[in-house]
C-alpha cells in the first residue's frame, strides 16, 4: 500500500491520535507555565504566542502522521461504522498462545482438506509427509498439542467431533491408494473446525489447500478468496463479532 493510500484510509484514525497527541502536548505546556509564564520567557507579542500555538499543532499532526504511516504495525484495510479490516505485522502465535489474553479472539488455522494431525519431515523411509512441520497448520499442531498436553490423535479426534457438531459434510472420501495414511474425508475448501484453546482465544481451522499425489497442498488465489468469503459466511453465524484474525 502506498503512503498516499495508507494516509487515505486511515486519516480518521490519523485525526484521532493528533488530537491526542497535542492534547499531550497542551497539558505539558500548561505545567510549563505554571511554574514560567508566556512574559517570564519574554514572549511577549500576541502573534508569536499565536506562532507557537500553531506551530505545536503542526508538530503533532506530522507526528501522528509519521507514527502511522512508518510506525504502527497496524492499517485500517476498510471501514463501515464500528466494523473494520485491518492489516496487523505480527506473529499469528504470539496471538493464539498469549497466557496473558483477557479479550475473546478467533485465530483462523489455514489446513488442507482432511484436517491431519500428523506432522512429519521427508525422511529415509518417508518421502510424502502429511503436515509439513514448518507451515502453519504444522506450527499450530505442536503448540496446542503442546499448551494443552494432548496428543496429535487426541486433537484429531476433537477436530473431528466440531466437524460433526457444525454438520460438515464430506465432499469425497480418498481410497487407501490415494491416501495410505491420515484422515481420508475430504472438505470443500473454507469449511471450518472450531478448536477452543486457552485464555478466551478460539481457533478456526479453515480448509484453502488440498492434496496432490505426493501430499503437497495446492492451492490458488482464487481458491483462497473463495475459501474466506465461505469463512466469512460461517463466522457470521458463530463469531458473535468477535475479532478474527487471519494470516
Known amino acids: 500500500m502506498s503512503i498516499r493510500d495508507k494516509v487515505k484510509v486511515n486519516f480518521k484514525f490519523i485525526l484521532s491520535l493528533f488530537l491526542k497527541i497535542a492534547g499531550g502536548v497542551f ?12 512574559d517570564g520567557l519574554n514572549i511577549l507579542p500576541i502573534w508569536i504566542k499565536v506562532l507557537i500555538l500553531f506551530g505545536l499543532c503542526i508538530f503533532s499532526f506530522i507526528l ?38 483477557k479479550k475473546n479472539k478467533i485465530i483462523v ?6 484436517f491431519d494431525t500428523i506432522v512429519e519431515i521427508a525422511s529415509e523411509t518417508n518421502d510424502k509427509p502429511l503436515v509439513d512441520a514448518t507451515t502453519i497448520h504444522g506450527q499450530w499442531i505442536a503448540k496446542i498439542c503442546n499448551s494443552q498436553g494432548i496428543s496429535s490423535s487426541e486433537l484429531n479426534d476433537r477436530i473431528q467431533k466440531s466437524l460433526k457438531m457444525h454438520r460438515c459434510v464430506p465432499q469425497k472420501t480418498y481410497t487407501i491408494e490415494e491416501k495410505p495414511r491420515g484422515n481420508r ?41 473463495d475459501s474466506v468469503e465461505t469463512l466469512l459466511d460461517f463466522y457470521d453465524q458463530k463469531g458473535q463479532s468477535i475479532p478474527m484474525y487471519i494470516p
Request: charged share 20%.
Open 27 to 38: 497539558s505539558g505546556l500548561t505545567v510549563i507555565q505554571t511554574f514560567v509564564a508566556w
Open 64 to 101: 501522528a502522521l509519521i507514527l502511522t504511516v512508518f510506525v504502527f504495525k497496524t492499517t485500517n484495510i476498510w471501514t463501515k461504522g464500528k466494523n473494520k479490516v485491518t492489516a496487523t505485522y505480527s506473529d499469528i502465535f504470539k496471538l493464539g498462545f498469549n497466557k496473558r489474553n
Open 109 to 114: 488455522i489455514p489446513v488442507n482438506d482432511t
Open 185 to 225: 474425508e475430504s472438505f470443500d475448501f473454507g469449511t471450518t473446525a472450531i478448536i477452543d484453546g486457552a485464555n478466551k482465544i478460539q481457533f478456526y481451522l479453515t480448509v484453502i489447500s488440498k492434496f496432490d499425489g505426493n501430499n503437497n497442498a495446492q492451492s490458488g488465489r482464487k481458491i483462497v478468496r
